[in-house]
């Protein structure tokens, strides 16, 4: 069964490490980030099953951050759940409204906050889960795996995501911009060059089996798959 990552996006360390302590403890793969820049690269490069959002960060509100996911079209469905200590009806009406699926006031026990993961995990499964085949390639969304003539290829988040993206559109072309936008999210500000960065890391990582090609430049245009 693959580990679930979840992201605390928290801006106290003691906080933010007990947290994260539990959770580990538990079996999930946690990333920490302390304000919202911090966590929206964090999605961008790696992209969580699950995000713990404090409502008060340094240089945006928690708020901000979860309803900039939510105009995301990569992030919208992310299962989000807000931390504060703001306990008063309207400051969690105003959390809900914002797009999280769920809101802890502080202080909150291990065992509920593992309780709240669990159960919004459970409501989240994703719906895309049957294997992606363009010929000798397959990639299975549930495990994260990608094979080539039941050889696994390893990829980095990022190549996975852009390898997968492709995989599900096929034979289209797409400009660097729609890339970003698609793999990277509209909320990421990178340059297009990064695209080729991760286009040139995911050929080398398919080269070896012979499926590099399968990952096409079109001139002028973008990128486009294909096993044709």
Sequence with gaps: ??????????????????????????????????????ARNLIADQRPDLVLVDWMLPDSSGLELTRALRRDSVNKD???????????????????????DDYITKPFSP????????????????????????????????????????????????????????MTNPERVYSRGQLLDFVWGQNVYVEERTVDVHVRRLRQALEPYGAETCVQTVRGAGYRFSVA
């Design 78 to 100: 992310l299962p989000i759940i807000m931390l504060t200590a703001r306990a008063d009806e309207q400051d969690k009406i105003s959390g809900l409204d914002s797009g999280a």
């Design 1 to 38: 069964m693959t580990t679930r990552r979840i992201l605390v996006v928290e801006d106290e360390a003691a906080i933010r490490q007990m947290i994260t302590f539990n959770l580990s403890r538990a079996g999930f793969d946690v990333t920490e980030a302390e304000d919202s820049s911090s």
């Design 111 to 166: 065992r509920e906050l593992l309780a709240r993961i669990s159960a919004l995990l459970r409501r989240s499964v994703p719906v895309d889960d049957e294997p992606i085949v363009a010929g000798d390639l397959q990639l299975n969304p549930l495990s994260h795996r990608v094979t080539c003539q039941n050889n696994e290829i390893v990829l980095g988040p990022t190549e996975y995501r852009l390898l997968k993206f492709l």
